[in-house]
């Protein structure tokens, strides 16, 4: 079975702009959690979606969206890039109250 | 809020010793799991070791066991027999056990890189 995968690996971006970053959870798996790792420090939670609905949102801004789609797969959103935002976008999927499988992350770095 | 505490940044153990990697949590919740996870270069967080809060008996895998002490928080990682692809960021997190409809959110520590000396 293929694990999670990210799109896309890496990527550079400038300030201001949006950006787009694609997770596809584990066949069978119907959430998918979204969590932002900074150089030096442990994941921090920034959405969670099971069944397409969102159950829980961190301490981001608004310019931090997510959506979970049909086939469970998922898209986070960031608009209005800050250099602060850059930082490693790691995926996990899970059934609900299970245990968690991550992704290798994308690379997101605002110049 | 709950919060995990990691207070070793950086550790390091010879070859084929044992090594402890320490973490402390904080929440009022009776029932919840406690995870360590390996990160190594390649990004990818792993999973090494769950434990759920309910059960009393020590999660061991292969050279991997904790120490859990629920009335201390206390959640520490032991390394038998350390090995060169032991050498990573470790990190420990927390998780409700239930949540209703609420989120299942991990909340991790700052992590502790683990270098292995041959």
């Known amino acids: 079975d293929a694990g999670v995968t990210q799109s896309p690996t890496h990527l550079i971006k400038t300030r201001g702009q949006q950006v787009t970053l694609r997770c596809s959870p584990i066949s069978g798996h119907k959430s998918v959690s979204w969590y932002q790792q900074v150089l030096g420090q442990g994941p921090q939670f920034i959405f969670q979606y099971y069944e397409k609905e969102e159950r829980g949102r961190g301490n981001f801004p608004d310019r931090f969206s997510a959506r979970q789609f049909p086939n469970y797969s998922s898209e986070l959103n960031v608009n209005a890039l800050l250099l602060g935002d850059s930082a490693l976008y790691l995926c996990a999927s899970s059934n609900i109250q299970g245990g968690y499988t991550f992704g290798s992350g994308t690379r997101l770095t605002v110049v | 809020a709950q919060t995990v505490t990691q207070s070793q940044p950086e550790m390091s153990v010879q070859e084929a010793e044992t090594v402890t990697l320490s973490c402390t949590y904080d929440?009022?919740?009776?029932?919840?799991?406690l995870f360590w996870y390996k990160q190594p270069p390649s990004r990818q967080m792993i999973l090494v070791i769950r434990?759920?809060?309910?059960?009393?008996q020590n999660a061991t895998e292969n050279r991997f066991s904790v120490n859990f002490q629920k009335a201390a928080k206390s959640f520490s990682l032991k390394i038998s027999d350390s090995q060169l692809g032991d050498a990573a960021m470790y990190f420990c997190?927390?998780?409700?056990?239930?949540?209703?409809?609420?989120?299942?959110?991990?909340?991790f520590g700052k992590g502790t890189k683990l270098s292995v000396i041959p």
């Open positions: 929440t009022s919740e009776s029932d919840y799991y």
């Open positions: 997190a927390y998780r409700f056990a239930y949540s209703g409809a609420g989120s299942y959110q991990l909340t």
């Open positions: 434990q759920e809060a309910y059960k009393q």
